[in-house]
């Protein structure tokens, strides 16, 4: 028994090894993923089945156990990939000859359009009280998110040293370290000039110089705090809808496909490896898709003649 242990533990070790080199996943990233693994190796354990001895009805059995303990459809997803990734690796390092997973399937995920905000919304989530000494910073934040369509962890990992400002772009580092280059609006570049006059009065920490966003003790923002803010503010100015951070994006993505820009170059500057994933974070509003069907579908057009 002891042997076995050892041995999952090393294949775990060496697993954790090969996202962190060769994936280059990031630390939340890697974290996530062996959460996920952690859910397989405790109901493995439960049923008394080897790592390496599973069955492709072994892992239907564990998909099953997920809903039954109240875990929703999108997660249960998000598991199975991990799990996938997984058994990729053992066969990949030599551990396996075949992959139990080949043939798992993941639950259905009902259809699903993000919440985004218009651009009038966005502007009532600008009107932050400017007497308060983080409004210009808040402004800014919001901005950014909008114009850029930054993720919230890249926002708040984002250094002075990736801005380009007088070439209206910045150099983002995203998931799996990747860097491409943004396009920023003037408008942004306006509300950042705004908030490095009040940040160049705090008390800034060592090694903390080059965040773009700190807070009021010179350290740089958390995911958390931005959450918490645009929430907030929503709250404050009266819009009803639920957001996140996230929001900001799917926003930032939709304006430009509204906009009549084309889909891989929004998927360029979202930083996607899949054209796929683009597709389902962004999507054309039901009044503006009305609109263009009735204005240029050819069964409509007779109506112009």
Not at 100 to 120: A, G, Q
Not at 213 to 224: A, D, Q, V
Not at 239 to 257: D, E, G, N, V, Y
Request: glycine letters at 6%; hydrophobic letters at 40%.
């Amino acid at each position: 028994m002891e042997t076995a242990n050892n041995t999952l533990k090393n294949i775990v070790k060496a697993y954790t090894r090969y996202l962190r080199l060769q994936r280059n996943y990031s630390g939340n990233t890697l974290d996530a993923y062996l959460r996920d693994l952690d859910k397989l190796l405790v109901y493995l354990q439960g049923e008394g089945k080897d790592v390496l001895d599973v069955t492709l009805a072994d892992l239907q059995h564990f998909s099953a156990s997920l809903h039954d303990i109240g875990i929703g459809a999108r997660s249960q997803c998000r598991i199975l990939s991990g799990v996938r990734s997984f058994y990729r690796f053992l066969v990949l390092d030599g551990y396996l000859l075949d992959d139990p997973t080949e043939l798992l399937e993941s639950p259905v995920l009902p259809d699903h359009l993000p919440e985004v905000l218009t651009v009038e919304e966005i502007d009532r989530l600008e009107e932050f009280d400017m007497s308060k000494p983080e409004s210009h910073r808040n402004r800014a934040i919001v901005e950014v998110l909008f114009s850029c369509g930054l993720r919230v962890s890249e926002l708040v990992t984002l250094k002075i040293s990736q801005l380009f400002l007088d070439e209206q772009f910045l150099r983002v580092v995203g998931k799996g370290r990747k860097e491409r280059l943004v396009p920023i609006s003037s408008r942004a570049i306006r509300e950042l000039q705004l908030w490095f006059v009040d940040r160049s009065r705090l008390d800034i920490k060592p090694g903390e110089e080059d965040y773009v966003f700190l807070n009021r003790r010179g350290s740089h923002l958390t995911r958390t705090m931005i959450l918490i803010m645009i929430k907030r503010q929503a709250e404050a100015v009266g819009i009803q809808k639920t957001i996140s951070p996230h929001t900001l994006r799917h926003s930032f993505a939709t304006s430009l496909l509204e906009g009549g820009a084309d889909l891989r170059a929004i998927q360029a500057m979202l930083g996607h490896e899949s054209i796929g994933t683009t597709e389902i974070y962004t999507h054309i509003s039901t009044t503006t898709l009305r609109q263009e069907i009735l204005e240029h579908h050819p069964r409509n057009m007779y109506k112009k003649r």
